[in-house]
């Protein structure tokens, strides 16, 4: 790591004091990345771990004080498939991709940062769930190497719309099947009131978008099952406290499929640079038989087409439901690193054997209904 130098901030309070620097470095950099912009970072931080210190890694050219590369992580304690373990992960995770921030100038980042890490003792497992750049991937698989760690590696199938110059050439793309459940859903649902769509900020028209939002997603599958981020899980959700950090660099919206004055579905899109990010959508589950979510999804699509300031939709990440609207998928990796310490390396190969089925179904009928 010649010639740069590694920070790491622990505190909610050190990361706020490096705001401007931070996001002038994603905007250099990474500027089609939403999720490690220093709002999102700092909303989910403040939402889903308030008391909770963090590692935040700054990597800096040393002749000329830059940010050059950064690894927004934490260590919390977890029960990581019947074993209590302290998880290392990205802060954010599952918002966006697990990558670590490398810029062109970066030398060395992961070595690093875990080097700093062994000098804690503070880990048993990692894991980083998206990992969509190889350079990462690659890096993760040396480090593991060197520090004599287990590293698992699974892929899947990224889901993404390349939009074409029109909505009818997308459409065109799609089965006649697709077509068809399309032009009846849009049919049943103006039988039963007016259609339209509503684009809202987060920020600007936050009460609104929030109101309409939620009252969607307290009648959808992700908040009974507790996976909506409007399920409350501190003082305030995470699309408060986002509204309260500021925009980043812009582009985040939430779009509403209304049937008369009634929300029936929503999405969060995030426009970076040429590309649009899924983050989270949801429907009204008295709805989805007549699929509102795939025309909510279309009307978008048919809306970034027209408009003609991105080229890419990305679905972020798998799900049946993707593979209706995408046209092209890339592979991501799911990786796990079992820390060479002897808890790790048994944690790792127990999971390898069919003794681990047996141990899981103790834990889970432990576990008071």
């Known amino acids: 790591m010649t010639g740069q130098t590694l920070e790491c901030l622990q505190s909610y309070a050190e990361f706020q004091s490096v705001r401007t620097e931070w996001d002038a470095f994603i905007n250099r950099s990474f500027p089609e ?31 000329q004080g830059r940010i050059v590369a ?9 029960n990581f498939g019947g ?41 048993d497992v990692s894991l980083f769930r998206r990992v969509t750049l190889d350079r990462f991937r690659d890096d993760l698989s040396a480090i593991s190497e060197a520090l004599n760690c287990r590293a698992d590696v699974r892929n899947s199938a990224e889901s993404i719309v390349l939009l074409p110059d029109s909505y009818e050439a997308y459409l065109a793309s799609r089965s006649s099947k697709f077509r068809n459940n399309l032009k009846n859903a849009i049919k049943k649902l103006e039988q039963q009131g007016s259609l339209s769509v509503e684009v809202l900020s ?38 408060e406290n986002l509204s309260r950090s500021g925009s980043g660099a812009g582009g985040e919206e939430f779009v509403v499929l209304l049937l008369d004055d009634k929300p029936v579905a929503f999405l969060l899109g ?7 990010h899924l983050v989270d ?8 038989a007549v699929s509102v979510g795939r025309v909510l999804f279309c009307k978008t699509i048919e809306r970034l087409i027209n408009e003609g300031d991105v080229n890419r939709f990305s679905l972020e990440g798998d799900g049946r439901y993707k593979d209706f609207f995408a046209n092209e998928t890339e592979t991501a990796h ?3 690193l079992y820390h060479g310490s002897l808890y790790g390396r048994c944690i790792g190969l127990i999971r ?18």
């Not at 950064?70 to 977890?78: S, T």
């Not at 978008?209 to 409350?232: D, P, T």
């Not at 390898?352 to 209904?369: R, S």
């Open 33 to 63: 990345n939403y999720a490690r912009t220093h709002a999102w970072l700092s909303a989910y931080w403040e939402t889903h771990h308030p008391d909770q210190s963090a590692l935040i890694y700054i990597q800096r050219d040393a002749a």
């Open 70 to 78: 950064a690894a927004p992580l934490l260590i919390k304690q977890e």
């Open 83 to 123: 074993f209590r373990v302290r998880m290392l992960q990205t802060l954010g995770s599952g918002l966006g991709s697990d990558d670590f921030l490398m810029g062109a100038e970066a030398n060395q980042t992961v070595r690093a940062v875990f080097s700093h890490l062994e000098s804690l003792r503070t880990w």
């Open 202 to 239: 987060p920020f600007t028209q936050s009460e609104r978008a929030l109101a309409l939002c939620e009252e969607v997603a307290r009648k959808s599958w992700q908040f009974k099952s507790g996976k909506s981020h409007f399920n409350k899980t501190a003082a305030a959700s995470f699309y």
């Open 270 to 276: 995030c426009k970076r640079g040429r590309y649009y």
């Open 281 to 288: 959508t949801a429907y009204d589950e008295a709805f989805s």
């Open 334 to 336: 799911l990786i796990v």
């Open 352 to 369: 390898k054997t069919a003794l681990y089925g047996f141990i899981k179904k103790l834990k889970t009928a432990e576990t008071p209904q």
